[in-house]
């Protein structure tokens, strides 16, 4: 994949979070930061609680 296809493809304009080529046109996502990462364990954690999908 090459960045003109990154730029036209509508599925990834608008992604929440970044991504970057490597130099085999392979899309890589950053990862979450640590901060971003607990809150997404907590946020699931407590959905978890709620017991709605059961």
């Known amino acids: 994949m090459q960045w003109s296809e990154v730029i036209t493809d509508k599925s990834l304009k608008?992604?929440?979070?970044?991504?970057?080529?490597?130099?085999?046109?392979?899309?890589?996502?950053s990862p979450a930061s640590n901060r971003h990462g607990r809150l997404q364990l907590r946020i699931g954690a407590f959905l978890e609680n709620l017991n709605i999908w059961q």
């Open 14 to 29: 608008v992604l929440p979070y970044k991504i970057e080529l490597d130099r085999y046109g392979n899309i890589l996502m």
